[in-house]
């Protein structure tokens, strides 16, 4: 389920005109987001803690909470 999160969130990247690289781990890629799209960020920063404090910590305590973010979480595409 973790896994299905993290692919959503890269889909809704994607369709902002961000996408990501082949093998580009969470961090980096919301590192790269901060320097493409500032706008995005925070939120982004925000749901990659909430990804990978859940993969990594292989509990599911906080999945409704991430899932909750993902929905309000809608990119629009690029500024220009």
């Given at each position: 389920?973790?896994?299905?999160?993290?692919?959503r969130?890269?889909?809704?990247m994607e369709r902002a005109g961000i996408k990501r690289h082949v093998g580009e781990g969470a961090r980096d890629f919301a590192q790269r987001v901060a320097i493409e799209r500032p706008d995005l960020k925070d939120d982004?920063?925000?749901?990659?803690?909430?990804?990978?404090?859940?993969?990594?910590?292989?509990?599911?305590?906080?999945?409704k909470a991430l899932w909750e973010?993902?929905?309000r979480f809608r990119p629009r595409t690029r500024p220009r």
């Open positions: 389920q973790i896994d299905q999160f993290f692919l969130f890269c889909l809704r982004v920063a925000r749901l990659t803690y909430l990804f990978e404090a859940q993969r990594y910590a292989a509990s599911t305590t906080r999945t973010e993902l929905r």
